[in-house]
């Protein structure tokens, strides 16, 4: 994504893994706290692990923020 970005000559400003703990959600249902998206206690302690050791491989979306 920084890639292409900067091929449309934006500034990458920003790049940050984020949402661990619906990685988990999607991974599994005993992470569901409910079936609109919503993760459990074990889901939010397991994905603040993930977000602290391996942010980039654990994140199930990645937020850019560039500018043109």
């Known amino acids: 994504m920084r890639e292409i970005l900067q091929k449309a000559e934006f500034k990458v400003l920003l790049e940050k893994p984020v ?32 977000k602290k050791w391996v942010p980039w491989e654990s994140a199930n979306h990645l937020m850019f ?4």
């Open 19 to 50: 949402s661990h703990s619906f990685s988990l959600y999607m991974l599994c249902e005993c992470f569901h706290a409910d079936s609109s998206g919503k993760t459990n206690f074990l889901a939010e302690w397991v994905a603040w692990i993930l």
């Open 65 to 68: 923020v560039g500018q043109k």
